[in-house]
């Protein structure tokens, strides 16, 4: 599972992984947004918090249907499920590393965008938080999407239009988080159902999509 | 023995929607007429709100079936998963555009009521929101039927799509509630002691939503069979190509 790991890994960061993409694609939105609205600092201030939260979501949507179409079209795909491995770990281990190749560098670089978009001070410690929790529900919720679609010539637009309702209460809580830590208010409710989200998404997802590639593989 | 299980053979379903839905299509027709017809001119005036209250006798039914049709569609696509009555997933397909279409009859009175009575067509309101989530849910139902060729292997992704979905729904009601306050009021009819709505609303209210279920059985009946008789022709010319 480790070698798996790592060979997903290896597999994003060469060239056409699409590593960076979704980096580049996050910066632009943080970019054009200030553009469209006016450079007003307190009304940036405002909408960063979800500008931040819907750039996130969108830019690990991006890189999406990489995790399984490569796969399915050299069989590999076919390999991992007949290994011994469970289908379970593949899946997971698959959105993990989705998670540490998209997921983490989104996170990273999020306070640095949250500078363009003048976000207020309180709430960068937030930003950080609120992402590291709330991303791995957006890489598990994805690999389901993307393992619905995997068998499907031109899936990616299916595939977006069947992940961003999933990715609804995610986003909710976590801009939630933000906008909260911004003005200073109490940020424990939303923090917790977040990572409610997560855990519960992480818990049963993979199951649901080990079950939707046994599907598609047969 | 008869059980309910028998209707699971496409032809025992066929054979009894046969005399069965020209019976649902009339009443539902006729139920209908009686309550629409009942509620609008035949209901006073809300003393503050005028007539224009009276397009509770479309929302409420549409909104009511909006939601049943995503619970029908849930427990159609379990029947399938466990015990593979193609039926049962037949009929989870042919209720999605039923229940797509409610919701946005649901949206549209809902913001022609509310411009007169909260001043605005839209509101980011949970409820309000909640319901156009539910719609977007239905359209990836829809896509994810619509892009599948093989009907075993689409009845079974849509089938997952549905429990996950359903899950999902639920948390962004709930998220939706936790976002933002509302404008919409509460739930228009409720058992608990001291409802606020007259029996003059609530008798054609009532009928119109028994009637709209008629509508909804009926259209996802007809829907049902002509998804059975295309499957079926796609058979016979199978067979026939491969005679």
Not at chain 2, 87 to 110: E, N, Q
Not at chain 2, 161 to 187: D, E, K, T
Request: with cysteine.
């Amino acid at each position: 599972m480790i070698a798996l790991l790592i060979r997903d890994m290896r597999l994003a960061f060469r060239a056409g992984g699409g590593f960076g993409l979704g980096l580049a694609f996050f910066l632009i939105l943080a970019v054009l947004v200030p553009l469209g609205v006016g450079p007003d600092r307190t009304t940036l201030a405002l909408i960063a918090p979800g500008i931040l939260w819907v750039g996130a979501l969108l830019a690990c949507l991006l890189s999406l249907d990489r995790i399984f179409a490569l796969d399915y079209e050299d069989g590999s795909l076919d390999l991992l499920a007949t290994a011994p491995v469970p289908l379970e770990g593949v899946v997971s281990i698959k959105a993990l590393a989705h998670w540490l190749t998209t997921g983490v560098p989104l996170v990273l670089v999020s306070p640095v965008l949250g500078l363009l978009l003048s976000l207020p001070v309180p709430a960068y410690g937030w930003l950080l938080l609120s992402l590291m929790l709330g991303t791995p529900a957006l890489s598990v919720i994805g690999t389901f999407g993307a393992a619905l679609t995997v068998g499907l010539k031109r899936g990616g637009l299916l595939l977006s239009l069947l992940v961003l309702p999933l990715y609804i209460p995610t986003l909710v809580f976590g801009a939630e988080v933000v906008s909260r830590g911004a003005q200073g208010l109490a940020v424990g409710t939303p923090l917790a159902l977040l990572a409610g989200i997560t855990a519960g998404a992480v818990a049963l997802l993979p199951f649901a999509s080990a079950y939707v590639i046994r599907i598609n593989l047969r | 023995m008869s059980s309910l299980w028998e209707y699971a053979n496409p032809l025992k379903f066929m054979r009894t929607t046969d005399w069965l839905l020209p019976i649902v299509a009339v009443a539902a027709v006729v139920i209908t007429t009686i309550g629409l017809v009942w509620g609008f001119f035949f209901t006073p005036d809300d003393f503050r709100q005028g007539s224009t209250v009276k397009i509770v006798f479309i929302h409420v039914p549409a909104a009511m079936m909006a939601i049943n049709a995503w619970v029908m569609m849930l427990v159609a696509s379990l029947v399938w998963l466990i015990r593979r009555h193609h039926v049962s997933a037949l009929a989870a397909r042919a209720a999605a555009p039923v229940g797509a279409v409610m919701t946005v009859i649901g949206l549209i009175t809902g913001a022609v009521w509310g411009q007169p009575m909260w001043g605005t067509w839209w509101a980011w309101d949970p409820r309000l929101t909640a319901f156009l989530i539910l719609f977007l849910f239905y359209l990836g139902y829809i896509a994810m039927w619509s892009a599948i060729d093989d009907p075993d292997t689409g009845a079974d992704l849509t089938a997952v799509l549905c429990l996950v979905g359903s899950v999902f729904a639920v948390l962004s009601r709930y998220a939706a509630n936790f976002w933002n306050q509302g404008l919409h009021q509460g739930a228009s009819l409720s058992v608990a002691p001291g409802t606020r709505m007259d029996w003059a609303y609530k008798a054609p209210l009532y009928t119109c939503m028994v009637g709209f279920g008629l509508i909804f059985l009926a259209l996802v009946l007809a829907g049902t069979r002509t998804e059975i008789r295309a499957r079926r022709m796609k058979a016979l010319v199978a067979r026939e190509r491969m005679a």
